[in-house]
């Protein structure tokens, strides 16, 4: 009896092989995944990816294998076509599959021959960028699966009788990720190694278990770029190790531009302090000590070969103008702009003596000052160096440098974009549509500003809407629309409510504009946890001492009430939208919209009550003041409730490190506030 089933099986699977299906697991059999010798670690660490999603999906895994003689009836074959032994056998298996690949960046082509699942890829990352898609498209698993907590779905059997993916070179050439103002990701775990800084923010590294996890998220939106942490320092093996990593996963490696060749102000002082010398960060006093500093540094970085994508620039300590840390710095525009003129220059003569490549790819970015010296034509740079513009922060437009200066028809131009940023924001919560993404990459494309793309993304997880809209549009720009992908990722998310929750999200984005006419914006989190505080504390003066309203209250009500509005219009949505999901659907909602509604309307709640606790106090009404004050704790008690509702599960430590919007001072000021009116009340 058991030969006979074995045998009725051997038949079954010769008929699929035969009518040509592909069949990669299934309770009779699982495909094996063939990475040739000749192929990089990075391509057999994205095979290890298909192989753990297979066996989430199914309980089963294909077997990993560098032979074709060593794969069985149904296999897939990775194969990178700069790579002679991986093309040779894509030549053998399919003569001519490839053709149309060779010598082109990034491309790739998936298809089904026979009984096998052909993976060609114009290079390594071509390879691994098919893969992903296929694994996306074919196995429905979210790119972004890890961050928004949404597991791929379990089926027995993963069978097709037909594959076929192709994608030619992508519109922007270098797409990548800063990791920045990263404090919840740091301490969500804490095995990742302390930093060297001196600075309120990034104590600690972040753990290797959650920078893979950024990585292989980046890896499967078809991103090629990353600075994988703010003021990484190679000096600290443990802050090393998040570049190693990244390479390991053939990710190119890039420097914040704070940080030309890897050098911070931080790392500059820890530098010198470790040779017994106090040097302070002034390059008009030491030219030749940071020279040198640069040079050391250069060299740390050239080990990464291939992949790294210099940086260079002149600022100063923490992301602010090299004139606040050196006083000797020209007065001038002028003046200044020729100082950083000639630090690129000295900088770019040391990465052409320790990077062996003809031409090495290398950036600078204008953000702030630089956009405002290189509209005033006060900066030159190096030849072969790309100019990267930067939005005028928060990812809403493009600064006047961008429209206004005349490109150099031999030098390449790209684009520095906020997802987040602390400061204004957005940081716990999103803030930027995919509309508005859209906007600034149109005129991007339009100006043939493709070069290079560089996001700022924070903690990842509040923004995987965001990001994900994003790196579709930067692979392949003219087959995106904004309204088209958002009615997609709803369907793909919430099913037969796809059309509720696509009204919610476009309700949700519309409370960051202030003026939907024009698309000025209104006051994002970070903006408002800023004012907020600052009213707080007038207000707490006001108490103590009785001194005057400085007329703020009255301004941030006008612009507070309409967005309070909306938001709780928002609120109920999702409410009444939730009651009729679950699962990983409900979940998601869950974790991606009613826990940032809950944070973002009672950080607005609370800067509310102190402002009207403020007015009250103008009008003399202690106790609507005191009742105001007192009313700050339910909008506390609200923003923790957004934060317990997100931190479910493996997220349950996500905010710790809540540092750079630090939540928690409102309950201190609250505290304070209280105190005041009672101490008043007594007086």
């Not at 470790?274 to 040198?292: L, M």
């Not at 720009?477 to 919610?504: H, I, M, N, Y």
């Amino acid at each position: 009896m058991m030969k006979h089933m074995i045998s009725i099986l051997a038949v079954w699977s010769f008929s699929i092989a035969a009518c040509g299906a592909f069949e990669l697991a299934s309770p009779m059999q699982t495909a094996s995944v063939l990475v040739p010798a000749s192929e990089p670690e990075c391509v057999r660490l994205a095979a290890e990816d298909l192989v753990s999603d297979t066996q989430k999906i199914t309980s089963r895994s294909p077997a990993i294998v560098r032979r074709l003689e060593d794969c069985g009836v149904g296999s897939v074959v990775l194969a990178s076509l700069d790579r002679p032994e991986s093309a040779a056998l894509l030549e053998q298996l399919a003569p001519g599959f490839g053709d149309a690949l060779k010598g082109k960046w990034e491309a790739y082509r998936v298809e089904t021959v026979g009984s096998r699942l052909l993976v060609a890829g114009s290079d390594e990352r071509g390879t691994m960028f098919g893969l992903y898609a296929f694994i996306e498209k074919y196995l429905g698993v979210d790119p972004l699966a890890y961050w928004a907590s949404r597991p791929p779905q379990p089926q027995a059997t993963l069978s097709w009788e037909r594959v076929r993916i192709s994608a030619d070179e992508p519109t922007f050439r270098y797409r990548g990720w800063f990791i920045n103002d990263e404090d919840l990701l740091t301490e969500f775990r804490l095995d990742g190694g302390e930093r060297r800084i001196d600075y309120p923010y990034y104590h600690r590294v972040i753990s290797p278990s959650v920078s893979a996890r950024v990585f292989e998220a980046a890896l499967r939106l078809q991103m090629n770029l990353i600075i994988p942490s703010s003021f990484v320092d190679l000096r600290n093996p443990a802050e090393a190790r998040l570049v190693e990593d990244a390479v390991r996963r053939g990710l190119f490696v890039t420097m914040h531009h704070v940080e030309p060749l890897g050098v911070s102000a931080f790392g500059f002082g820890n530098f010198w302090k470790d040779r017994g010398q106090n040097v302070p960060f002034a390059i008009t006093q030491q030219p030749d000590k940071f020279r040198e500093i640069w040079l050391d540094y250069a060299q740390r970085w050239a080990k990464f070969g291939p992949q790294v994508i210099w940086q260079l620039g002149l600022r100063g300590i923490a992301d602010r103008p090299v004139w606040l840390a050196d006083p000797n710095v020209p007065k001038s525009d002028a003046g200044r702009g020729k100082l950083i003129s000639d630090a690129m220059a000295a900088q770019w003569e040391i990465v052409r003596s320790v990077d062996r490549r003809a031409q090495p790819p290398a950036t600078t970015t204008l953000w702030m000052e630089g956009a405002g010296l290189h509209a005033a034509g006060h900066l030159t740079f190096p030849e072969g160096v790309a100019v990267i513009f930067s939005d005028n922060s928060p990812g809403w437009e493009l600064q006047d440098d961008f429209y206004n200066v005349q490109r150099e028809p031999d030098r390449a131009y790209g684009i520095y974009y906020h997802h987040q940023l602390w400061g204004s924001g957005p940081h716990l919560v999103q803030g930027v549509s995919a509309w508005r993404t859209h906007k600034i990459f149109r005129e991007a494309v339009r100006r043939g500003s493709t070069h290079y793309a560089m996001l700022n993304v924070s903690n990842i997880r509040e923004f995987v809407l965001g990001l994900d809209a994003s790196a579709r549009m930067l692979r392949d720009f003219a087959a995106f629309d904004p309204g088209e992908f958002l009615t997609a990722w709803c369907e793909q998310r919430f099913g037969s409510e796809a059309k509720a929750a696509e009204d919610l999200y476009r309700k949700h984005f519309s409370t960051f504009l202030a003026d939907p006419a024009t698309g000025k914006r209104a006051m994002l989190d970070g903006e408002w946890m800023h004012a907020g505080v600052r009213l707080a504390k007038g207000l707490a003066a006001r108490l103590h001492k009785g001194v005057p309203s400085d007329g703020t209250a009255a301004g941030l009500l006008r612009k507070l009430h309409p967005q309070i509005e909306i938001q709780y219009a928002v609120g109920v949505g999702a409410q009444e939208l939730a009651g009729r999901l679950e699962g990983n659907a409900r979940e998601f909602l869950e974790n991606n919209l009613i826990a940032q509604h809950q944070i973002m309307l009672g950080l607005l709640c609370w800067v509310e009550h102190v402002a009207e606790a403020d007015a009250a106090l103008d009008r003399g009404d202690a106790a609507e003041a005191r009742r105001r004050i007192e009313a700050t704790r339910e909008a506390t008690a609200l923003i923790a409730a957004g934060k317990a509702l997100a931190s479910r599960g493996e997220f349950a430590d996500w905010y710790r490190g809540d540092r750079k919007m630090n939540c928690a001072q409102l309950n201190e000021w609250t505290a304070k506030l209280a105190a005041a009116a009672a101490s008043r009340r007594k007086d």
